[in-house]
């Protein structure tokens, strides 16, 4: 089973190209299914100063442990860019996380500690 995502729509009407969009990045994130069981996407929708609108695309990896991981808003002018440095951003993140696991599962097998 692949990795699920809800999507919120926040401040604007949702498209089926917005989802189109999300759904091509959430690809990006399926090499991570054994730490992640899926994420929330919130895109929000707001008026800059200048009157110019903004999108806030924020994800909330879902764990296997069922610990949510928030991350920070990715914010442009664009959706679609937005979007797509969000789940970079979440890409990144994953790869930190996998990496670190990998470090203490590593730790713990040179100190003894994995066989406790």
């Known amino acids: 089973m692949g ?3 809800q999507i919120a729509c926040l401040g604007f009407t949702g498209s089926a190209a ?5 759904g091509a990045q959430l690809v990006r994130l399926e090499r991570f299914r ?11 929708s707001r008026a800059a100063a200048d009157g110019a609108r903004l999108y806030h695309a924020r994800l909330e990896l879902v764990m ?6 928030p991350l920070p808003p990715c914010v442009g002018a664009d959706v679609d860019d937005a979007l797509r440095r969000a789940f970079a951003q979440a890409e990144q ?7 670190g696991g990998a470090r203490v599962a590593l730790r713990d097998a040179a100190t003894g500690d994995a066989a406790r």
């Open 3 to 5: 990795v699920g995502m």
């Open 34 to 44: 054994a730490l992640i069981d899926g994420c929330h996407l919130a895109i929000e």
């Open 18 to 22: 917005i989802e189109a969009e999300a």
């Open 93 to 99: 993140a994953l790869i930190a996380w996998q990496a």
């Open 64 to 69: 296997r442990d069922t610990a949510l991981r």
